[in-house]
T-cell receptor
Framework: AQRVTQPEKLLSVFKGAPVELKCNYS??????LFWYVQYSRQRLQLLLR??SRESIKGFTADLNKGETSFHLKKPFAQEEDSAMYYC?????????????FGTGTRLTIIP | ETGVTQSPTHLIKTRGQQVTLRCSSQ?????VSWYQQALGQGPQFIFQ???????GRGNFPPRFSGLQFPNYSSELNVNALELDDSALYLC????????????FGPGTRLTVT
């Protein structure tokens, strides 16, 4: 069965410092990985998809199949990055959009 | 472009009752997924609807059921409510033909007493 692990429930980082939110997954097939973010009092929104290989709001994430990881990184944290971050996996060999989520990491940027 | 909407925002029910939650799809989206998010957890997949039929289901009992309508809006029905059903219920929509990620609604907070 597929699983997504986010080992840190809470992460505090000083403004301007680098950020890394960890995500590991287990899935025997070829996964599609996502990062979702939820800012205070807002809905869950898509931040990144690994197949897009893009940078959004300064965040990047690289899929490492050898380490089964999809860590989210940003070189310089900003106060507006404080939010709840969820890593999610979609199994590409199934005909549906089911996402398996991790338990999330609450990121707090210290001014 | 119209985003995903859900109603009601909050709901309080008694154990054993039945509840219906509603979701309107984002413009251009034809696939709807429902998730349950318990406090302190990530969303858990309940099921998905495409072409008005269930297409994929998570580990939820049959008392969780759904519908999708021709306009792609959807309902989630839960019968015989239990205390553990208390959670945030999220609807997410997407376009089947273009795997561009799912767009979530604001959720319905269900409390079962």
């Amino acid at each position: 069965a597929q699983r997504v692990t986010q080992p840190e429930k809470l992460l505090s980082v000083f403004k301007g410092a680098p950020v890394e939110l960890k995500c590991n997954y287990s899935y025997s097939g070829s996964p599609e990985l996502f990062w979702y973010v939820q800012y205070s009092r807002q809905r869950l929104q898509l931040l990144l998809r690994h197949i897009s290989r893009e940078s959004i709001k300064g965040f990047t994430a690289d899929l490492n199949k050898g380490e089964t990881s999809f860590h989210l990184k940003k070189p310089f944290a900003q106060e507006e990055d404080s939010a709840m971050y969820y890593c999610a996996l979609r199994m590409t060999n199934f005909g549906n959009e089911k996402l398996t989520f991790g338990t999330g990491t609450r990121l707090t940027i210290i001014p | 472009e119209t985003g995903v909407t859900q109603s009601p925002t909050h709901l309080i029910k008694t154990r054993g009752q039945q509840v219906t939650l509603r979701c309107s799809s984002q413009s251009g989206h034809n696939t709807v997924s429902w998730y349950q998010q318990a406090l302190g957890q990530g969303p858990q997949f309940i099921f998905q609807y495409y072409r008005e039929e269930e297409n994929g289901r998570g580990n939820f009992p049959p008392r969780f059921s759904g519908l999708q309508f021709p306009n792609y809006s959807s309902e989630l029905n839960v019968n015989a409510l239990e205390l553990d059903d208390s959670a945030l219920y999220l609807c997410a929509t997407s376009r089947w033909e273009r795997a561009s990620g799912q767009y979530f609604g604001p959720g319905t907070r269900l409390t079962v007493t």
